[in-house]
């Protein structure tokens, strides 16, 4: 089964600075990687996803996200932050299998709080 | 297009009753997972249905079930509730798999006392 480690619980992040949050997945042999973002008493909103192909993925919003397979990581950046920005960001997995569907396998979150 | 709706928003039940939360996708969509979000578990996976058939279940008791009707709305029922089951529900939607991505609703907020 996957697993996923988000090595950071919170992030504090002064607006207008980079920021970066690390992803680590259990291997296999091949994934399916996604980022969602929360905010307060809301549900889950899909930030990007890695499917196959290209492994820098970009959101509308200024997010990106490397799939680096040699580390098993898919770390996700903002090159600069806006106090909008503060949220709970959650990484997720999916080997795509047949006993896998519908599941995601999500890690901890890390608790992104932008301040002036 | 309507996202994923769920009913109701919050719940407080007692000890030793049951609830019945709602979810219904995005038009189109056929596949509905639940998950439980707790502070200490975080996101876990419950369950998940597609046309009507329950396809993969998580580690959780059998109190916790489901169900999915002919139009992809989706049930789930949690039976004689502990306080261990207060959390968020949330219900997310796919037009089949894991490819199509997954569109979640704003969660029902089950509290119990």
């Known amino acids: 089964a996957q697993s996923v480690t988000q090595l950071d619980s919170q992030v504090p992040v002064f607006e207008e600075a980079p920021v970066e949050l690390r992803c680590n997945y259990s291997?296999?042999?091949?994934?399916?990687l996604f980022w969602y973002v929360q905010y307060p008493n809301q549900g889950l909103q899909l930030l990007l996803k890695?499917?196959?192909?290209?492994?820098l993925v970009e959101s509308i919003n200024g997010f990106e996200a490397e799939f680096n397979k040699s580390q098993t990581s898919f770390h996700l950046r903002k090159p600069s932050v806006h106090i909008s920005d503060t949220a709970e960001y959650f990484c997720?997995?999916?080997?795509?299998?047949?006993?896998?569907?519908?599941?995601?396998?999500f890690g901890a979150g890390t608790q992104v709080v932008v301040t002036p | 297009k309507a996202g994923v709706t769920q009913t109701p928003r919050y719940l407080i039940k007692t000890r030793g009753q049951q609830v019945t939360l709602s979810c219904s996708p995005i038009?189109?969509?056929?596949?509905v997972s639940w998950y439980q979000q707790t502070p200490g578990q975080g996101l876990q996976f419950l369950f998940e249905?597609?046309?009507?058939?329950?396809?993969n279940k998580g580690n959780f008791p059998g109190r916790f079930s489901g169900r999915q009707f002919s139009n992809s709305r989706s049930e789930m029922n949690v039976s004689t509730l502990e306080l261990g089951d207060s959390a968020l529900y949330l219900c997310?939607?796919?037009?089949?798999?894991?490819?199509?991505?997954?569109?979640f609703g704003s969660g029902t907020r089950l509290t119990v006392v």
């Open positions: 038009s189109g969509h056929r596949s």
């Open positions: 997720a997995v999916s080997d795509g299998a047949t006993d896998s569907w519908g599941k995601l396998q």
């Open positions: 291997s296999s042999v091949s994934v399916y």
């Open positions: 890695y499917l196959s192909g290209s492994t």
């Open positions: 997310a939607s796919s037009r089949d798999s894991v490819i199509y991505g997954y569109t």
């Open positions: 249905y597609f046309s009507e058939t329950q396809r």
